[in-house]
């Protein structure tokens, strides 16, 4: 029978070292993100004496290369804060660190770090929300994980922000360079709003006591929720 011996020139590359069956078939396992070149040595082994001279039963070293392509791997963050408040017309609205570990490689956040190729690429968010009524702004993140938005007055409730990252690295199968969409939510809280009092004139004699039936002096006078309005002195 015979077997086969195999040694590479980088273990490293795999996870599972190459092996050549009985058949001449061979099989291996990759290491994560791993790429390059390596040079494999394979000898060929029978079951019969190896001594003494002239018994050999150990082959001539055969030698042949395999190049493992690089692939570019997805980005990737995480939602370093899932809930987010503000108030309604609270103007321009700035919170940190909303995302934090944004990678350009998936790889770059496993411990020990892979992909380390990639760790040049630049990379970019993309944000959506299901509710834009609420801002005159729309959510933003930059690259560093900053989110700016600005609220529209008069309107409250919630939004359910969308995130996906891009990085600079090619999209074109089987390379990948859009992360999975991951989500937080902005809640906006309604804040009383002042009521609009507009100027009153009215003439009367000296002698005679002016009386103004309802709604008055509050007939021109509005409130932006709608609450009702009493005079106050």
Known sequence: TVTFEVTTSNDSLFAVRPAISSTGVLTFTLAKDANGPV???????????????????????????????????EPDFNVNKANIPATEGQGAVTVVDVLNRIVPAIGNNSVPPTALDEVTQSVTITTTNNNPSLFTVQPSINSSGVLTFTTAPRQAGSAVVQVFATDSGSGVAPNRNVSVTKSFTITVSAVNDAPTAVDDSYSTSETAILTRVAPGVLANDTDPESYPLVVST
């Open 39 to 73: 040079v494999l040595v394979a000898t060929a082994v029978d079951n019969g004496p190896s001594a003494p001279p002239p018994n050999e039963n150990r082959s001539r070293p055969a030698t042949f290369t395999i190049t493992v392509q690089a692939v570019n791997d």
